[in-house]
């Protein structure tokens, strides 16, 4: 098909609209970003670099240490160092003129166009960008909330629950179990419990050969479920049982104070517990009245929020259709909403959306597998169109080569994140 | 056809600035499919807690191998075809509604076939419902057509359009560092235009074997590409 001019540039008809009253104020438009992961850090910076002073940019992130959740769980296995998953902002401000103010943003006032944050300053701006990733649902894994996290953590937000978490599998005795509760879809990077199944296999395979693995998941498959299952019977035979839905999985609950899990009225006392719950946009998108439900639904060509077209909003929050929940969709979409903000507020030029995806997860050393997808928009959702995913049998070479290819991206996307 | 579907949809746009990019279509009407499934529900069911009946359930149809459910006594010629490695997609699954007995000779499945291809997508759309969701399972089949765009040349600008370049590349970054680092991913930077080229049309004509380069360059135009080559090549 061919889209003709006026339609093609109908995001930047509608800068000039909005465009008026800031032109009278003779003001900077400003852009202002909540969540400094890896859709809002990269919509910062990618505004940030092709405006060139064009826009005025504010990060609100309240870390100073950004821990990426991608690649925490080859932490897990000992694959890499807390160090190497940390980031900083100071790139984002000094060399691309970002403000980046470490506060909580705690609501956003639509009609006033402010973000209100914890410290009790307020932010104008002309265009929200929101990434603030998951947020748990209460109650979703009966006796556990966030008090029981030090006890049995999430580790599904990178940092020192991740320490926590590894610290308690090295410290189970010979023999010991670990219990993950898996969380039921959709949720944020749907390999993730599995590739983190993997790694304490891996850990506990070297150090505590008898343990044992078990998976309570409510879920009746899983992504890649074919190449895990054929990693672990190969690397891990007899240390991994999973029980799904068939078997109670989904009817799981936990008691903090004595280390004990009951699927489907049998307890089992554990050493190491991993709660992953059920999950919701971060906080922010419903105190600012943007969710329909537990997920924040978007325009899928611009990440534009359904209910206020001054917001856009990015990547685990988001309910958009068919991309997974992760860093590489949330970076893929950021692109895609600031260049329809630049073309907005300075009448840049707008090009068709364009998405993509992929998932990498590492089996056991020099075992990696990915699958991918690229992703277009139609007016219903963000919809997928083709896709790859790695195959059961295939060479070690070639595993290896998908590893070497994830450490790689890794690399790419910080970069293309933090600067 | 598709082009006549797109427009419809760029007629009702909910948000101004909403519509414009849309590239991709849905398989068809799944709600005038639901109507023609009406004629199978004697022999098959799907949705939740479906099970076979004198035909196969259709939830997780499609990405499921031919003659897949272990439960199910499916004729001999649908056996084959299965262990042939004959797997339910979008364009098998077009041609066995077509017409099943070109597919699998001696399929059990007594039904003449749907010759209208709007119909078969229509129909197709429907089933796709009950299959695994993408955002869950990334590699579950996909949910739409992509279309291909033509981008007229006052959008595009010339060969080489180093800023369309700019914003195509953005998505090469998020793996291929700008730097020219190439720690595990080759770096891009800096190639003369040609080699390039040819090699992004390698990947789009499956010539090089990595499947995620296929799938990225699958989706570029000749243009397209050598915006790329031109962005890169200056890098």
């Known amino acids: 098909m061919t889209l003709n001019r006026r339609r093609f540039l109908g995001t930047s008809a509608v800068a000039v609209t909005l465009g008026a009253p800031m032109l009278k104020a003779q003001a900077t438009p400003r852009v202002v970003v909540v969540g400094g992961g890896a859709g809002g850090a990269t919509a910062a910076r990618q505004i940030a670099q092709d405006s060139e002073g064009a826009i005025d940019v504010t990060l609100i992130e309240p870390s100073r240490t950004y821990y990426t959740c991608f690649f925490s769980n080859l932490y897990i296995g000992g694959f890499r160092d807390m160090n190497s998953i940390a980031h900083d902002y100071a790139t984002l401000a000094a060399e691309y003129g970002i403000n980046v103010v470490h506060d909580w943003a705690t609501g956003v006032d639509r009609d006033a166009k402010v973000v209100a944050l914890a410290g009790g300053a307020s932010v104008p701006y002309d265009r929200l960008i929101l990434s603030p990733g998951i947020d748990f649902v209460e109650g979703s894994v009966p006796g556990w909330d966030l008090s029981a996290q030090t006890r049995m953590p999430h580790a599904y937000k990178a940092g020192t629950q991740t320490a926590l978490l590894k610290a308690q599998v090295e410290a189970m005795p010979q023999g010991g179990t670990f219990v993950m509760v898996a969380p039921p879809n959709p949720y944020r990077c749907p390999p993730g419990p599995y590739e983190r199944v993997s790694m304490v296999a891996h850990v506990l395979k070297a150090t505590n050969p008898t343990a044992k693995i078990i998976i309570a998941d409510p879920k009746p498959g899983f992504s890649k479920q074919a190449l895990f299952e054929e990693g672990w019977q190969k690397h891990y035979s007899g240390m991994i049982e999973r029980i799904g839905p068939d078997f109670g999985g989904e009817n799981t609950s936990v008691n903090a104070a004595d280390m004990s899990v009951g699927i489907d009225g049998e307890v089992i006392r554990a050493d190491a517990v991993n709660v992953i719950p059920a999950q919701k946009a971060g906080l922010i998108c419903a105190a600012a009245g943007l969710t329909d439900g537990d997920w924040a639904p978007v325009v899928p060509a611009t990440m534009q929020s359904r209910m206020d077209e001054n917001i856009h909003i990015l990547g685990d929050a988001t309910q958009q259709g068919d991309m997974p929940k992760s860093g590489f969709s949330a970076n893929s979409q950021a692109k895609v909403a600031a260049m329809a903000i630049r073309g907005a507020l300075t009448g840049s030029r707008v090009f068709p959306a364009r998405f993509s995806n992929t998932c990498w997860s590492l089996i056991d050393t020099n075992d990696g597998v990915k699958v991918g997808a690229t992703y277009e928009a139609t007016e219903e959702k963000i919809a997928k169109v083709a896709g790859f995913v790695s195959d059961t049998g295939e060479a070690p070479e070639l595993r290896a080569a998908t590893y070497e290819e994830s450490i790689g991206w890794y690399a790419g996307i910080t970069a293309d994140m933090f600067g | ?235």
């Open chain 2, 1 to 235: 056809m598709r082009r006549l579907v797109l427009a419809a949809l760029l007629a009702w746009a909910p948000l101004p600035g909403a519509r414009a990019d849309q590239v991709a279509v849905p398989l068809g009407d799944a709600e005038a499919g639901a109507e023609i499934f009406r004629q199978c529900r004697a022999c098959h069911h799907v949705g939740e807690g479906a099970q076979n009946r004198i035909g196969p359930h259709l939830n997780g149809l499609f990405g499921r191998p031919a003659a897949g459910l272990p439960d199910f006594d499916y004729s001999d010629s649908m056996e084959r075809a299965g262990a042939d490695g004959l797997v339910w997609d979008l364009e098998h699954l077009h041609a066995y509604i077509e017409n099943p007995r070109s597919l699998v000779s001696q399929t059990r499945m007594v039904f003449p076939g749907i010759a209208d291809a709007t119909q078969r997508s229509d129909f197709l759309a429907f089933l796709r419902r009950y299959s695994d969701d993408p955002a869950n399972i990334p590699e579950a089949a996909p949910t739409a057509l992509a279309v291909e765009i033509v981008l007229p040349p006052e959008v595009l600008g010339l060969e080489g359009d180093a800023e369309y370049g700019a914003y195509l590349a953005a998505e090469c970054l998020t793996c291929h560092q700008a730097d020219g680092g190439n720690d595990g991913i080759p770096s891009i930077t800096g190639w003369p235009d040609e080699d390039f080229v040819v090699a992004m049309h390698a990947y789009r004509q499956k010539l090089r074997p990595h499947p995620l380069m296929q799938m990225m360059a699958a989706r570029l135009s000749d243009e397209e590409i050598a915006a790329l080559a031109a962005y890169f090549g200056d890098l």
